[in-house]
């Protein structure tokens, strides 16, 4: 067995693996020692101590605070991921010991979170009251390091085909178009007829530079002769989308079984303008070849049965 096998299998403890980590999100041995509850020099000695195991310098000190070298990167990496495991492990067991089912964290992009996820969470609860669903939302540049790690399940939201990869494993489920919506107040909320021409000129909140609906967006404008609005917000947030809509006012880009959900509470219009671009299914992303819980594959049997046809 080699020294980084002995170290990986035998030596490492949990307090280990916690220091990493803490270290990775403080990068300041001050704040880390106060967040584990330990003195700075213990900070210090462990650490050592953890270096000493693989004979590599994992992390460095710098004007910007304490910074992972590449080895400590890769360490840090195998230490979130172990400790998922043993979070999830410890609530199935909690959740097995009081009588409920398990536990399950999933990641949701805008577009899959109120038509999709939070029906299959409605069935779910349906058939197992106590199973616990965590939610997190983002887009897959914050969600898909969490999944790789082991701190997600699985990840609903839009199959975009930048990100696919070897190690990730993708379902469809429906087809999800976009629309162009207002907020009740603004201007175009009552025009009968509006046109990309109007739209033109106008504040947007649009989704980020990554997502193939923002390409597709520019792509309408100039497909009728025009340049793509240039007063923007980009982001991923359905909070702060409907915010800008509202106070700016901008018009938004979202897609069709969000907005449709948000009109019928009152909160958006969606103009009568067709958006006439095809995108990525929506659908269910895990990691190739981990074994799912109970309660993530009950889930994902609740994400397919109410799906749109």
Not at 186 to 193: D, E, F, M, N, Y
Not at 285 to 291: A, C, D, F, Q
Request: aromatic share 6%.
């Amino acid at each position: 067995m080699s020294q980084i096998d002995r170290v990986l299998r035998s030596n490492l403890k949990l307090r280990h693996l916690q220091l990493l980590v803490a270290l990775d999100e403080f990068r300041h041995l001050g704040r880390v020692s106060e967040f584990l509850s330990i003195t700075q020099p213990a900070v210090s000695k462990m650490l050592a101590e953890i270096e000493r195991m693989f004979d590599l310098k994992l992390f460095v000190r710098s004007t910007r605070g304490t910074e992972p070298t590449p080895y400590g990167a890769t360490v840090v990496r195998f230490a979130r991921s172990v400790l998922a495991d043993y979070q999830r492990t410890r609530d199935e067991i909690d959740a097995v010991a009081s009588g409920g089912a398990g536990r399950t964290s999933v990641g949701a992009m805008v577009v899959a979170t109120p038509s999709l996820l939070v029906q299959a969470i409605q069935r779910l609860k349906k058939q197992s009251a106590l199973t616990t669903v965590m939610v997190e939302e983002g887009d897959l540049t914050r969600l898909l390091p969490r999944l790789r790690v082991g701190e997600l399940d699985l990840i609903v939201g839009r199959l975009e085909p930048g990100y696919a990869s070897p190690d990730l494993e993708t379902e469809a489920l429906y087809a999800e178009p976009m629309c162009i919506v207002v907020s009740p107040e603004h201007p175009l909320a009552k025009a009968s007829r509006p046109n990309w021409a109007m739209l033109a000129g106008l504040p947007w909140v649009v989704p980020p530079p990554w997502a193939s609906s923002r390409s597709k967006l520019a792509q309408m404008f100039y497909k009728h002769r025009l340049v793509p609005p240039a007063d923007i917000v980009e982001t991923a947030s359905f909070l702060v989308t409907l915010s800008v809509m509202h106070q700016r006012p901008a018009v938004g880009f979202l897609a069709r079984g969000v907005a449709r959900h948000f009109a019928k509470q009152g909160q958006l219009c969606i103009l009568k303008i067709d958006v006439p671009i095809e995108l990525p299914p929506v659908g269910i992303i895990t990691l190739r070849g981990r074994s799912q819980t109970p309660a993530s594959l009950l889930l994902m049997d609740c994400l397919r049965k109410v799906a749109p046809k």
